[in-house]
């Protein structure tokens, strides 16, 4: 049997509203994914740090505060940083849509907006990493 | 699928009968159980005349970029006819950083108004007079130094401060629960709390101190009985800790406010606002011997559920809006905020604030729910509910009061993680298409993309700048001398609330501030509870 995806669930930024954090961490478990889920106000440094020791093949920001302009271009030069630009990154919460364009464009896997099912979120991740 | 073999359920997955009748009340004492309105237990409402006597305030929550900018909306909004404000700040004030921390970067004038000074609440109030507009704030854990600056702005337009009337959120307990913007521990959280329900009975007769509030228990994924016993009990704790202070409960308890959630089930919601009525009055008669009749009755705020607001055709969250604020009104609700049709994206543009302020208003004058207090007293339907959910919530406190207390309960992961199954659930529900949400799992099309409010992304710099130069135009030596008496203040069991006006009179920081109580009281982390 292959070994199980590894995913770290970060809540990065001083938000505290982690209802979606939380449920997507269940569910992606719940698929059969070994799921870290680092806790609140993360900073970049920490959620890179946290997904190198964990050994991830993903990472899912959950952000609704708006900060995802400042926050997930950190995080991207922190993976590149450390050679971990193999790790998929994934970003969910309020996003608009023109953001959501340009954080693809610098690197992010995907972006789920509100309303996306997990059953989506799911076959993602499977799709992004190889088996 | 067959009607018998499908099940029917509240949203919150309380079974549903297919009909009530006499029955159903048969063995309900109706003149103790529900009485009348303006009369223990309140279960109808806390006044006889309920709206002919005075309409709910329509009360927009609304804060955003800048003080400046925030003070035009806020000009705005009672130009249309909104009847009292409500202040939300932006994520490092709630946080109690100022806007020029490194945690602050990205986050400044994002989801509210940055307010690190003084200065920022004096601009936030310009030209609006606090002897008469009402104003509630929500803040919590640095609820404290927020309240003491606006006391001091009341001070400089030379408004006696007995006149204010407004409420502080500061209700420390449902941040540990839910929403989990705490900065300090809960005990040392939990002495300030007291320090601001004290100083408001002295000083501050028409505030209230604390909006004991269960609508971030239910966006947080919550059951309707959940908000509902989870809130009623934080509001016990907060009341033996000021019985504990020594103070006597017709005192202070009058002025303890309640904020509950407006959800989309209709009937679950009115029962659960009627419900908390007749707790509370029980609660405070029996539980803690209140004589004054303002102390029995339970006055509160509600919010139409952010969390049920959809991305896709967000037109139809106006809709949804008016149907959980005709909830809220049945409910006997005495101050509303109605959300915008554009808050699943955004904070809200001013088109969408507008329709949402009219809303309240076509509810207040052109529906006629207003005409009679509890128009639906006596459905059977309603009152059964009622009852359930009174014996339900009943039972959650009773077993809080088992282990010890609410931050016992927080402290063993009680209350979080009955909301993470609870939240799970729904979730799953949606999924498995159990649970209809028009838009996201059936009826779907495509959307036509509306307008939104930008953030100007200079915000936080102007706010950087206006910072710095506080800090070099100030008097830098009463900042210091005023925050090491704050410190010791802290050290000791005396209220803070003076050396905090001290401190704020004399333009310290909220993150100054902050820094010295965190000094004093430490931080904390939560254990997280999946």
């Not at chain 2, 009975?201 to 971030?216: C, D, E, K, L, W």
């Not at chain 2, 009852?387 to 009680?414: C, K, P, Q, V, W």
């Not at chain 2, 800090?471 to 609330?497: H, I, P, Q, Y």
Request: aromatic share 8%.
């Amino acid at each position: 049997m292959s070994r199980p995806i590894r995913v770290l669930v970060a809540k990065p930024g001083l938000d505290g509203h982690d209802r979606g954090a939380k449920v997507i961490a269940r569910a992606l478990r719940d698929a059969g994914m070994e799921v870290i889920y680092t806790g609140l106000r993360q900073t970049p440094e920490m959620i890179v740090n946290a997904a190198l020791q964990e050994d991830v093949q993903v990472i899912g920001l959950s952000i609704l505060s708006g900060a995802h302009n400042a926050i997930v271009p950190r995080v991207i030069e922190l993976l590149r940083q450390n050679d971990m630009e193999d790790v998929k990154l994934i970003v969910g919460g309020i996003v608009p849509d023109e953001d959501a364009a340009l954080l693809k464009k610098q690197g992010v896997a995907a972006v789920f907006q509100p309303g996306a099912s997990l059953d989506a979120i799911v076959g993602f991740i499977r799709g992004a990493v190889p088996a | 699928m067959k009607a018998a073999e499908r099940q029917f359920t509240t949203i919150s997955g309380v079974p549903i009968e297919p009909v009530y009748g006499p029955d159903d009340l048969r063995a309900v004492d109706a003149a103790r159980e529900i009485g009348e309105p303006g009369e223990f237990p309140y279960t109808r409402g806390i006044h006889r005349d309920m709206y002919r006597g005075k309409m709910w305030t329509m009360r927009q929550f609304s804060g955003f970029a800048t003080p400046e900018e925030t003070n035009q909306r806020y000009h705005y909004l009672l130009a249309q006819g909104q009847t009292g404000l409500s202040v939300a700040f932006d994520l490092p004030t709630l946080m109690g950083y100022d806007a020029d921390h490194a945690m602050s970067e990205g986050e400044v004038g994002k989801c509210g108004a940055p307010v690190s000074s003084l200065e920022d609440m004096e601009i936030l109030f310009r030209g609006i007079p606090l002897g008469e507009v009402t104003v509630s704030m929500t803040i919590n854990s640095p609820a404290p130094v927020l309240w003491a600056m606006y006391l001091a702005v009341a001070e400089q337009q030379g408004v006696d401060w007995a006149r204010l009337s407004g409420t502080l959120q500061n209700d420390i307990l449902k941040e540990y629960i839910a929403q989990k913007e705490y900065i300090f521990p809960p005990r040392p959280s939990m002495r300030l709390v007291t320090d601001t329900i004290e100083f408001g009975a002295q000083h501050t007769p028409r505030f209230n101190p604390v909006s004991i509030s269960g609508y971030h228990i239910r966006e947080a994924g919550s059951t309707a009985v959940q908000e509902l016993a989870f809130t009623l009990r934080d509001g016990i704790e907060y009341v033996d800790w000021a019985l504990q202070r020594g103070l006597a409960i017709d005192d202070f308890a009058p002025r303890l406010s309640f904020f509950f959630n407006a959800h989309s089930d209709f009937f679950e919601e009115i029962a659960k606002y009627r419900a908390a009525r007749k707790i509370w009055a029980h609660t405070m008669r029996e539980r803690y011997g209140a004589k004054s009749e303002r102390s029995l009755k339970l006055r509160f705020h509600a919010q139409t559920a952010g969390c049920s607001l959809t991305w896709q055709q967000p037109y139809n969250n106006v809709v949804r809006t008016a149907l959980q604020a005709m909830a809220a009104v049945l409910g006997g609700a005495q101050s509303l905020h109605t959300n915008s049709l554009d808050e699943a994206y955004a904070l809200p543009g001013e088109h969408a604030v507008t329709l949402a302020l009219r809303t309240q208003q076509v509810l207040a004058y052109e529906t006629g729910v207003t005409n009679a207090a509890d128009p639906l007293g006596g459905s059977y339907f309603l009152e059964k509910l009622t009852l359930e959910t009174e014996d339900s919530a009943n039972h959650y406190i009773r077993r809080i009061d088992d282990m010890g207390g609410m931050i016992t309960a927080i402290e063993a992961g009680f209350p979080q993680s009955e909301i993470a199954n609870a939240s799970y659930r729904y979730q799953r529900e949606i999924e498995s298409g159990e649970r209809t949400i028009v838009g996201v799992n059936r009826f779907q099309s495509d959307d036509a993309p509306i307008d939104l409010l930008q953030i100007d992304e200079t915000a936080g710099r102007r706010q950087i700048a206006k910072l710095a130069a506080l800090r070099t135009r100030r008097d830098n030596s009463k900042v210091t001398s005023s925050l090491d008496a704050l410190k010791r203040a802290a050290e000791g069991t005396g209220n803070t609330m003076p050396l905090l006006m001290d401190a704020v009179r004399a333009y310290a920081t909220l993150g100054e501030i902050c820094d010295a109580l965190r000094g004093v009281f430490g931080t904390y982390t939560e254990t997280t509870h999946l």
